[in-house]
């Protein structure tokens, strides 16, 4: 097999984007995967290993400019869909910066996931609890010690204590209209 040339590695990125989200890291690191299947199939140069990671770079930059590659865009989407899914905000920067995405941007993007007249950890934090069953959504009433490991359960998933007394003292109708709110928000 020849060369693995810019042109093929271009499709290839279009080919995975098509697919798939992507942040230009988490592209950047399939474009270099494929480059390594490459060398170790074809036992390439070292030169053209080094060429080809240097298209990689070239391709990657190309995408970013031509915006199909928006770190931004792809750090709010998929912070929107965490918080959706009960997580707290500070575990969002943290998978987002794991994924490639800019600490600041990750940030930026976990705040301002949540609904403007909600606060996005309490938010996240009753979504949380529905998907466990716990504080509102319990079925029956728990005692002092259910209350204090579903507190804990909160406190590791990354809820702040405040938001997580908030979102465990809600009722329960409070809880699905806040929740309600939230599906809302995301349309």
């Known amino acids: 097999m020849p060369a693995l040339t810019e042109a093929a590695l271009h499709e290839a990125a279009l080919a995975h984007l098509a697919r798939y989200a992507a942040s230009a890291a988490t592209l950047a ?3 270099e995967r494929r480059v390594a299947r490459w060398a170790r199939r074809e036992a390439a140069e070292p030169e053209a290993v080094a060429a080809a990671r240097a298209a990689v770079r070239a391709v990657v930059a190309r995408l970013v400019a031509a915006g199909a590659v928006d770190d931004a865009a792809f750090a709010a989407a998929r912070a929107r869909r965490m918080l959706r899914a009960g997580r707290s905000p500070r575990m969002a920067a943290a998978q987002l910066a ?5 600490t600041e941007t990750a940030a930026r993007a976990s705040a301002a996931a949540g609904p403007d007249d909600v606060a996005g950890d309490v938010a996240a934090a009753v979504a949380f609890l529905r998907r466990r069953r ?7 009433a728990g ?8 507190l804990a359960a909160l406190a590791r998933a990354g809820f702040p204590r405040a ?4 979102a465990l003292d809600m009722a329960p109708e409070a809880a699905e209209a806040l929740l309600a709110r939230l599906r809302q928000s995301r349309g």
Request: hydrophobic share 45%; net charge positive; no cysteine.
């Open 29 to 31: 690191r399939v474009l």
């Open 143 to 150: 005692s002092t010690e259910v209350r204090t490991r579903e």
């Open 163 to 166: 938001a997580a007394r908030t």
């Open 134 to 140: 716990f504080g509102p959504f319990r079925a029956v």
């Open 98 to 102: 794991a994924r490639g995405v800019a």
